[in-house]
Every structure is written in structure tokens, then in C-alpha cells.
């Protein structure tokens, strides 16, 4: 049971948190460089956390 | 290969080229080009950092140990991911306390003055020009064992497509193709595997099919060489500047603590992911050498289609990793060494075209240095050497305690590099023990001692945010 939870879970899990990233990173990829947006003025500013 | 195969992985090298083409508009700057205008969000940082640190070693060199080993080598691996949660928590949010910082270089002459900036830079430089030429090797083994390519032409055309997209698009670049090449990677290779135990009949054939040692937590390991092997992991590779640059390319704090932590986290899935492709390939070809376990198991269980992505896959695991180094030594030769030691400043242009040339020059030098490397982890192992025990106590001094001690540096700096050279080359690691452990226990004794003792000159600074380009030492 723990073997199969192990070598199914894990790369299910890598592919889910993969994925997820990746259309993440597509729609920042469109804002950012296709369309160029620089709205955010946040930039470089640090809030000291 | 079937033609599909090819079209596929032709495909997947015409979008490198063209996302480095589509970003060299948003590089305007040296800001641009370094830390991207600081406007990576956590989940492309997360991406682009992972892609960037699962390398060669944690791919190729996992899958080869633990085929060789067993899981004791994916244990001692996993130190590296130990270290990069506790960075990401700690040590990461702050570095965004320095407005402005492209490098590592920046934050140590902020603290401790000029010298300490040349010194950081001409360290880094070595541990980038080191582990950049270890990917390019890596790309050599990787296409001559899946595409039967001679590893010569193979090396200089990957390194060609890194140099392109890298040298145009600049940090943008490299953080957008990390991502691709991420998603790449972070879906093929478990995909790989999951074909791989049904080609073996499961889970639990595989563990009844490998030895029981394969499969402990020291395996034939001895405890004074998992310890030096983990020790070596877990500081090595601590923080290098390509890691640093991303953090410095992230928003603020949030953001950088956030992407860096997580990656450490997913780093352990992905570790499990390649040690156990490893023992696939013990099970289904005991005959091979151990570093072509993950190439042969890709190449001979993948179907028509998938294969091609799958070889693009472990193409995408060094490039993402080269692209990176390459990117870090080009800004940090220009910031570090050439613009401290030119006579006037250089303006922001000028210093822009030097980045992107340095880009060309040292992606061509690393090819070169490739090719006459035999091992990948071996070579990136040496790298990590004196990195560790040279740069990373003054660094988190002066990032977590506000140390300014300049001669506190220096002194560790040296102290370090001379222990670490004497045990490593000059006695041969007695007790097996890497010269990585004794350099940096020196270099943190000699930090301490000197900082203590001229800790009235040089006051720890309490503010915690730096201009770095109006510090106290420019």
C-alpha cells in the first residue's frame, strides 16, 4: 500500500504542482512580455518581511 | 527516433530561440538584463529556480548514483533541499532589503568595501564558469546517449541555442525558458517513470527486484561518508549567484521567500522522482553504466512522440541550469570585476552591450572547458568547493546580522580558500573528509573572532534597507 501510495503519488504530485506553475507562469509570460504590461510600480521596493 | 521524435524536439528548441527573440524588447536596461526590472512573481521564480538548481547532478547524477548506490545518494542529495528551505525562509527576504542589488557582490561591498565586492566576483565567477561547463558536458551525454550524436557537435549546438536565447533576451529570457523548461521536465520525467514501473510490473516488483541495500537509508555507505557527502550538499552549492540573482529579480520579500522555500520543498519530489528512474534502469538494464541509466530508460520504454519531448525533457534539465550560470557569470564579470576596476563609470548601455558580449565570450569559453571535463558530478562537486567556505559565512553576516567588519571578511575569505586548498589538494581529504567541512568551520571561526574584535571600529548596521548603489563604500 505505502509502496503505491509512494510511486504513484509522488510524480502525480509533481506533475499537479508542474502543471499548476506552468499555467501560472503562462499567463505572467502573456502580461509581462507579449503585451508588455508594466503597471505595477511595485518593483524593487522592499517591505522588509 | 521516429521523425515525430525529431519534429517535436526541433520544435521545442525553435521556441527557446523564439522567446529570446520576444523578450529582448522588455530588455531596455542592465536591470533587464540581471534581475529582469524586478518583476518576477513567486510561481515563475518557484519554476524558474527549480529549473535552474535541478541540473545535471540532480537528474542524470541522481538516477546514475542511486542505480549504482541505491537511495542512500537521493538521502545525501536531499540536503541540498534541507538547505534551500531554510535559505528561502531565512536568508532569502532579506537579500530584497538591498534596493537595486544585481549580485552577490553588491550586498558584501555594501558591508564590507570594494575588495570584498572583486573578491566575491572573481569567486563566483570560477563556481559559475564550473558548473556552467558541467551542463555543457551534461548535453554531450544526454544527446549522444539518446540521439546517438557525437558529443562534440552536440555540445557546441545546445551551448549555441543557450548562448542565443541568453545573450538577447537576458535574465527574461533565461527565467522564461527555465519556466518552459521546467514544465518540461517537472511533467515528462515522472511520466517517464510511471512507464517505467509499469514496464518493471509496479511498485512493489521493483523493491522485491533491487537489493535490499539498494534500498536502506545508508546503503553500503559508511557514516563518516554519507556525512561528508551530505555536508558537501547541503553547503555547496548554498546561495550561488544565479539563485541569488533570481531572488534579486523577484518584487519583495514575499515573493522571494515564498518561490525560494517552495522549490526546496518540490526539489524532494523531484529527487525521488530521478533516484528511482535510477532503479528502473538496474532492474530492466543491469549491464549499463550507471550514468546512462536515465538516457536508457527514456530511450528505450517512451512510445513514438512522447519520446521526443521526454529527450527535449532532459535536454531542458542542463540547458535551464547553463542558461542560468551563463547569464550570472556575464552580469557579475561586468558588475563585479570590470566595472569596479574601469576608471569611470560605465553608462547603463554601455554596461548593457558589455553583458550581453560577456554573454557570447564565456558561453564559448565554457563549451571549450566542457569538453575536457570527464564527469558531471564530479565536475560539480569540484566547483562547489571553495564556494562554500569562502563567501557564504561573510555573506549571511552581513544579510542576518548587519556585520560591517571588512577586515572580518577578508580574513575568513582567505582563511577559508587556504584550509579548504591544503585538506582538498594539499593532503588529499584525509578521512575521506571533502575539504569543504574544514574550510568553512576555519572560515567561520575566523569571521567570529575578527568581527568580535573589531566590532568597535566597524558598529553592525540596524537599518535593514541599503541602496546598494549609494553604499557607504562606493
Redesign the interface.
Known amino acids: 500500500m505505502i509502496?503505491?501510495l509512494?510511486?504513484?503519488g509522488?510524480?502525480?504530485?509533481?506533475?499537479t504542482?508542474?502543471?499548476w506553475?506552468?499555467f501560472?507562469?503562462w499567463r505572467?509570460?502573456v502580461e509581462?512580455?507579449?503585451r508588455?504590461d508594466?503597471g505595477?510600480t511595485?518593483?524593487?521596493?522592499?517591505?522588509?518581511? | 527516433m521516429a521523425i515525430l521524435d525529431w519534429i517535436l524536439l526541433g520544435a521545442y528548441f525553435l521556441l527557446l530561440v523564439l522567446i529570446g527573440v520576444?523578450?529582448m524588447?522588455?530588455v531596455k536596461s542592465p536591470d533587464d538584463f540581471a534581475v529582469a526590472?524586478?518583476?518576477i512573481?513567486w510561481?515563475?521564480f518557484?519554476?524558474s529556480l527549480a529549473a535552474a538548481f535541478l541540473g545535471g547532478g540532480a537528474s542524470l547524477g541522481v538516477a546514475g548514483a542511486a542505480m549504482r548506490d541505491g537511495y542512500v545518494y537521493m538521502f545525501a542529495f536531499c540536503a541540498f533541499g534541507v538547505q534551500t528551505v531554510l535559505v528561502g525562509y531565512f536568508v532569502a527576504?532579506r537579500l530584497?532589503?538591498y534596493?537595486?542589488a544585481h549580485t552577490l557582490g553588491d550586498i558584501m561591498e555594501a558591508h564590507y568595501g570594494r575588495p570584498a565586492r572583486l573578491v566575491t566576483g572573481i569567486l563566483s565567477v570560477v563556481l559559475c564558469a564550473g558548473i556552467l561547463g558541467a551542463q555543457a558536458l551534461a548535453i554531450g551525454t544526454v544527446v549522444n546517449a539518446t540521439l546517438d550524436v557525437p558529443t562534440v557537435p552536440a555540445v557546441i549546438i545546445g551551448m549555441g541555442v543557450v548562448v542565443l536565447y541568453s545573450s538577447f533576451g537576458g535574465a527574461?529570457a533565461v527565467i522564461?525558458t527555465d519556466?518552459l523548461q521546467?514544465?518540461f521536465l517537472?511533467?515528462l520525467?515522472?511520466?517517464a517513470?510511471?512507464i517505467g514501473?509499469d514496464a518493471v510490473g509496479?511498485?512493489?516488483a521493483?523493491?522485491d527486484s533491487v537489493p535490499a541495500e539498494h534500498l536502506s537509508f545508508m546503503g553500503d555507505y559508511s557514516p563518516a561518508q554519507f556525512l561528508t557527502l551530505f555536508a558537501a550538499l547541503l553547503l555547496g552549492e548554498t546561495l550561488v549567484p544565479p539563485y541569488a540573482q533570481r531572488t534579486f529579480s523577484t518584487?519583495?520579500?514575499?515573493h522571494a521567500?515564498k518561490g525560494y522555500a517552495l522549490a526546496g520543498f518540490?526539489s524532494f519530489?523531484?529527487f525521488?522522482?530521478s533516484a528511482?528512474l535510477g532503479l528502473i534502469a538496474l532492474v530492466l538494464y543491469p549491464d549499463i553504466e550507471s550514468d546512462q541509466a536515465l538516457p536508457t530508460v527514456v530511450m528505450n520504454l517512451m512510445p513514438v512522440g512522447v519520446l521526443g519531448l521526454v529527450v527535449a525533457a532532459l535536454m531542458a534539465v542542463v540547458m535551464s541550469t547553463a542558461s542560468s550560470y551563463l547569464n550570472s557569470t556575464a552580469v557579475v564579470l561586468t558588475k563585479d570585476i570590470y566595472q569596479p576596476l574601469s576608471p569611470a563609470e560605465l553608462p547603463p548601455s554601455r554596461r548593457l552591450t558589455i553583458e550581453r558580449a560577456t554573454s557570447v565570450v564565456v558561453g564559448a569559453g565554457a563549451t571549450i572547458f566542457a569538453l575536457s571535463v570527464p564527469s558531471i558530478v564530479d565536475a560539480l562537486l569540484y566547483s562547489y568547493t571553495l564556494w562554500a567556505p569562502t563567501v557564504i559565512v561573510p555573506l549571511f553576516g552581513a544579510v542576518l546580522f548587519g556585520v560591517r567588519s571588512a577586515p572580518a571578511a577578508l580574513s575568513a575569505i582567505t582563511a577559508g580558500a587556504i584550509v579548504t586548498a591544503v585538506w582538498q589538494w594539499g593532503l588529499d581529504a584525509p578521512f575521506g573528509l571533502d575539504g569543504l567541512v574544514p574550510g568553512v568551520v576555519a572560515n567561520l571561526l575566523v569571521f567570529v573572532t575578527v568581527a568580535m574584535a573589531t566590532s568597535s571600529r566597524y558598529p553592525r548596521r540596524q537599518q535593514?534597507?541599503v541602496r546598494v548603489t549609494e553604499g557607504e563604500f562606493a
Open positions: 509502496p503505491t509512494l510511486y504513484y509522488v510524480p502525480t504530485a509533481v506533475v504542482v508542474t502543471l506553475v506552468g501560472l507562469g505572467f509570460y509581462e512580455v507579449l508588455g508594466r505595477d511595485t518593483a524593487g521596493e522592499p517591505d522588509h518581511g | 520576444q523578450t524588447r522588455r526590472g524586478n518583476r512573481i510561481p515563475v518557484f519554476g527576504p530584497k532589503n534596493i537595486g527574461w522564461q519556466l521546467f514544465v517537472g511533467v520525467l515522472p511520466v517513470l510511471l514501473l509496479g511498485p512493489s521493483l523493491l518584487p519583495d520579500s514575499r521567500r518540490f519530489f523531484f525521488f522522482t528511482s535593514p534597507a
